[in-house]
């Protein structure tokens, strides 16, 4: 029997209590141990609890008991999460956790700490909720140097695009929408600009170059400019607009950024709608690999951190380098303003106008005056729309 | 080091050998130690070959160096390749294959021989080519139950299908035009009738359930009477028509089959086109999560052979019996006939006619008389179409 402990009894804590207590037999089978809940730390009571003598509100107690050897981080944020995993990973406990802002940030400094005590650390359900994306990136696609992940990872913003698309609602109407529905939160800054997807664009980079990258030097944008008559050019394209964490890894130079962008419909991420998330991996052997499915909610979620801990005691908490980045690479991280890209820009200048400036452009039918570049650095394109002026939007076109 | 040989010098094995040797450094840092062919097995002749001395006719060769821990299997087929990979196990060599027939077939016996041997017998390169498919399955969705399997898992009738719908062909049109393109074989019968589907989804649901499954007793069907009229029905109906190899699992109760299906829009298989492959499961925890990508083609396979040899590196070829299934768990195959699904009808008969029998069902527009009916027995459907008559096709609708 393998014991042991869930940190934070939120929405995504409560839901691996949940898939451990109803699954019992299929994970008992399948690891061919039990595994056990024996604390659940969280600074809330929980009297009514059915198992209420499980929770316990010192870390230390869960820490000092040699008799838990693993434990589920579902507190979230990088202060107190922080704290308790670097205690548990010291106490000689393996980790797995679905905090995507602690591996990002603090995640060189974990893997190294849980490598000298020869315990795991994993994170699966950090990035796209229950899709599985780590261990098909780390291990099925580990013969291929990985060119680019674009995806989409974010289900608020990706709700409200979908009904700002379909629905011809503003960004003010979808956003009120998704939080009357629980899919946003009343302060929904770190969805709808963007800081939710850069996180974990963030550790799919890391993973993929072996390279610890800083959060804050990934350009990132949100999609709060986004509108209506942007979205209605975009379907007037046969295109979408979603909101997107790329990066494009050649060798070691690697770009990174979160941005809304414009997706043709010949890309299989243009059709993924509503709080779905999906990413697209390119491998320079496999080509395009999708992975598609719910990125949020409590048993998704919840059903990627059972499924880590169900690993960890098959591997018997063995640390695996594979699952971690070091600083060790020397990656180059591009320039941002010599990336390349195609833009999308809508303006009240005139078709002359703007070849004048941009030369050959394709023009979007129906539509005022709004066209889609060649590809060009993101300098050379910032320079020619300040020339042009009276743009009303620009977006990045999916290539 | 680990030295390894490759049986089987075709498309797939040619590419494992490229791959091994054109990211070498890469999986060298991956696995911590060079992994090196040794031998490549095949009866033909290749002087020119740059390394013409690693080519052998003689399984024995390798079978009897002990230097050699791992081979890739990649000859396809159930007689050489069963007899040579079941000598590679007895000699105490972990095998990794792309081999579906095998698999399938005698996927029990030789798990039962790795395990006995202490080493492992991978098979992620078996379905969907290099999507990850198996290793999700298994290892990111093991705390659920699954509870059904959709997969378009051949790019030849997939390719045809988006022919048909795309182009307006006729199905003789589309097959003749894969064959040029080298997308369907001469004799295209495996592909286009279901039997290399029904491999794939006898592996998935043999995988999910724990259970054989005898692929014979799986119904399967091809694509071979769908009409351009039918692709037509779909279309106004907002759907497309894809092959389909599905199974259901309620409990230890199993159905599976091969069938073109009708695929609506707001299902994610819908919009995967070409020769491109996509698997869709449903766990109980996680709802939908969908695979996609190359199902098929000489890197694409070969990267998951890689991959698959990578992973048996780092784990010593230890047996891990959670990517294999036994004959131990009396799963119930359902009676065919018993089971439920809604049905499409392309018929010369009047509405009135179809409403006496068929009572409420839904007709498509603009079509004679075509009609989708509620859910329904395979055998209850079967009895109605009896007595209508006149019917010129029927095909499943996903629901």
């Known amino acids: 029997m393998t014991k042991m402990a869930i940190m934070g009894y939120g929405v995504v804590g409560s839901g691996v209590y949940d898939i451990v207590t109803k699954n019992a037999d299929t994970i008992t089978k399948k690891i061919g141990e039990e595994l056990k809940v024996k604390y659940i730390l969280d600074i809330r ?29 579902a507190m979230g944020g990088a202060t107190f999460a922080y704290e308790y995993t ?12 679905s905090n995507k802002e602690l591996v990002s940030k603090k995640g060189t400094e974990l893997f190294k700490l849980a490598e000298e005590m020869g315990v795991s650390y994993m994170f699966e359900a950090s990035v796209g909720g229950g899709i599985p994306i780590i261990r098909p990136l780390v291990n099925c696609l580990a013969a291929n140097h990985v060119q680019s992940i674009y995806g989409i990872m974010n289900g608020t913003t990706n709700y409200i695009l979908t009904k700002m698309f379909k629905e011809n609602q503003s960004f003010e109407e979808a956003l009120s929408d998704a939080q ?5 939160e009343k302060d929904p800054t770190a969805d709808v600009e963007g800081f939710d997807t850069m996180r974990k664009i963030s550790i799919l980079t890391a993973l993929s170059c072996n390279e610890e990258l800083d959060d804050d030097k990934i350009p990132h944008e949100g999609i709060t400019r986004i509108t209506a008559e942007d979205v209605a050019c975009a379907e007037s394209m046969g295109a979408s607009v979603k909101l997107i964490g790329y990066s494009k890894i050649d060798g070691k130079k690697v770009s990174a950024r979160v941005c809304p962008m414009i997706i043709p419909n010949d890309c299989p991420l243009y059709s993924v709608e509503d709080v779905f998330n999906a990413i697209l991996v390119t491998g320079d052997m496999v080509g395009d690999v999708m992975m598609y499915g719910r990125g949020a909610g409590k048993d998704a979620t919840a059903s990627a951190i059972v499924g880590d ?36 820009v809508r303006c009240d200048k005139t078709k002359a106008e703007v070849e004048a400036l941009f030369g050959t452009v394709w023009f979007v039918e129906g539509a005022q005056c709004a066209f889609v570049t060649e590809k060009m650095t993101e300098k050379a394109f910032e320079e020619k729309v300040d020339s042009l002026g009276g743009v009303l939007s620009k977006i990045r076109v999916y290539k």
């Open 45 to 73: 009571d929980f009297d009514s609890h059915p198992e209420k003598h499980l929770f316990v509100k010192d870390a230390d107690i869960i820490a000092n008991d040699s008799e838990v050897t693993l434990v589920a981080e």
């Open 86 to 97: 670097k205690k548990m990973l010291k106490a000689g406990k393996s980790v797995v956790t």
């Open 180 to 184: 009357k529905l629980g899919y946003a």
């Open 309 to 344: 801990l169900m690993d960890v005691v098959r591997h018997k908490g063995k640390f695996d380098k594979n699952f971690s980045w070091s600083t060790a690479e020397k990656t180059v991280f591009f320039n941002p303003s010599e990336e390349e890209n195609v833009f999308f």
